[in-house]
């Protein structure tokens, strides 16, 4: 009898064996970070994969590179960037909708200039990588969409990256132009509703924007991942950048349920486009209200996505001079227009030379100046010294750039330093401050700035007091 049991045992625990051995263990793309270093190997859906392309780096080398996102059993998504030899080597093998193993990468923060994954971290493969085809695991989506309605994405702190799904309510024909380096680029705007009452427009580019007219037409249900939402002139703009995906033929319970609010009401109804552009430039008066005390608490963290705070405070000083050695209100800047998001013009705003050459765009051009300030702000709970550049800083002065330039260079810096002290403690200010992550020296850190101001609105400032005392009298 005991000798049964042991047999027993030993096939059980053969059998136990067999099945390590069959069924890897994959570490979970959601806990990857820079703790892991190298020691990990992941499985997972290639869900989208970037054109491999040649990059020039700042010593003049040349290389290539291509990106994916990868999607595992447990949700978790992440960019992978396969650089040079990698990149020659497994671009043509990752193809969109197969599952692979991957070793032997780098783990680093994510840059969100370029990644629209929401994972904090982002992966890097080079000669050493290590990536195998495995047999397609049904526990893996092809794709995973996180579809946010437009009313939430019209209060949310940009500019964001967000899933839509919606009904193409109107589009434009596709338009070729050239950037100003030279590259040939195609674009077409279309406009999305949803059963939140609201539409916005997004712009496709190059193969997307090229798809023949019946595409768009008749009113399709469109589902869309990685749309970058930013402010444009008081609207909202989305563009569908290279790592997003477009699909006009969803399976989503979201698409199902937008298609039936427009065949029994959305048709008829008015809806909000909050697209529509005010004409007056700068940022979006947004972001999560707060007083000096709870921003600077917050912003002295290390953040992972930039957030936005809009804090009612006055101006208390500007900084003149810092060790003793006279600090410049202002800049000569190139005033040169470059092409910024969807294909809009901005001026270059980039420090020009004693010959008032631009480095940025390689010529002398229209200039003019920039204010770039250090300010102090203060509210009844604290206060906070905040770069504040051009657009905010004319605001908070009350005096345009050419009139703090004309000003000094007329009547000396102590007639300037004489008419800034005016607006010191003057009128109650609504700024905006962007906390935003960034990488100096290898290091993470978080870089807080006013980038908006104007005069607080009676209203809304007397709304938030009052919310205030309540929060008061209920501790």
């Known amino acids: 009898l005991n000798h049964a049991i042991t047999a027993h045992n030993l096939r059980s625990f053969q059998d136990i064996a067999e099945m390590t051995i069959q069924e890897e263990i994959f570490f979970p793309i959601r806990e990857l970070s820079t703790y892991q270093g190298t020691k990990w ?48 080597k497994y671009h043509s093998l990752m193809e969109v909708g197969k599952c692979f193993k991957l070793s032997k990468g780098n783990v680093r923060i994510a840059n969100r200039q370029y990644n629209l994954c929401k994972h904090r971290y982002e992966l890097v493969f080079d000669k050493m990588a290590e990536v195998n085809e495995v047999e397609d695991d049904k526990k893996i989506e092809t794709v995973k969409y996180k579809v946010e309605n437009l009313r939430s994405v019209k209060g949310k702190t940009l500019p964001c990256s967000v899933d839509i799904c919606g009904i193409i309510t109107s589009y434009e024909q596709p338009i070729a132009f050239e950037s100003k380096d030279g590259k040939k680029l195609v674009k077409r705007n279309i406009t999305i509703a949803d059963d939140s009452a609201m539409s916005m427009s997004v712009t496709l580019w190059a193969e997307r924007a090229q798809k023949e007219d019946s595409a768009f037409s008749g009113n399709p249900v469109v589902a869309m991942k990685g749309v970058m939402v930013k402010e444009w002139q008081g609207g909202l703009n989305g563009s ?57 608490q917050a912003s002295e963290q290390v953040v992972v996505e930039q957030q936005t705070y809009s804090v009612y405070c006055r101006l208390a000083t500007v900084q003149m001079k810092k060790k003793d050695e006279v600090q410049p209100l202002f800049y000569t800047a190139c005033l040169e227009q470059k092409e910024a998001m969807q294909g809009k013009m901005l001026p270059c705003n980039r420090r020009v030379d004693e010959d008032q050459f631009c480095a940025s765009c390689q010529k002398k051009g229209k200039v003019g100046p920039r204010l770039n300030l250090r300010c102090k702000f203060e509210d009844a709970s604290s206060n906070a010294w905040l770069t504040t550049f051009h657009p905010a800083a004319e605001k908070v002065l009350s005096l345009t750039a050419q009139e703090v330039q004309e000003i000094e260079q007329k009547q000396g810096r102590e007639a300037i330093e004489s008419k800034l002290k005016d607006a010191y403690y003057g009128e109650m200010l609504q700024i905006i401050v962007r906390a935003k992550p960034e990488i100096y020296n290898g290091e993470s850190r978080t870089n807080v700035s006013c980038i908006g101001a104007s005069v607080a609105p009676i209203r809304e400032h007397s709304r938030f007091m009052l919310k205030e005392i309540e929060e008061m009298l209920t501790k």
Request: proline letters at 5%; hydrophobic letters at 40%; zero cysteines.
């Open 41 to 88: 190997t992941i499985k997972g859906r290639v869900t989208m994969r970037a054109p491999l392309r040649e990059f020039k780096n700042r010593t003049g080398g040349e290389g290539k590179v291509f990106h994916v996102e990868l999607l595992d059993a447990e949700g978790g998504e992440i960019r992978a960037s396969f650089f040079n030899e990698a990149a020659q």
């Open 240 to 296: 569908l950048m290279e790592a997003g995906l477009l699909d006009l033929q969803p399976d989503l319970p979201e698409a199902k349920t937008v298609r039936e609010w427009w065949k029994t009401s959305g048709h008829a109804q008015d809806l909000t486009f909050i697209s529509q552009t005010t004409g007056a430039p700068g940022p979006r008066v947004s972001g999560k209200i707060a007083d000096l005390a709870e921003m600077r």
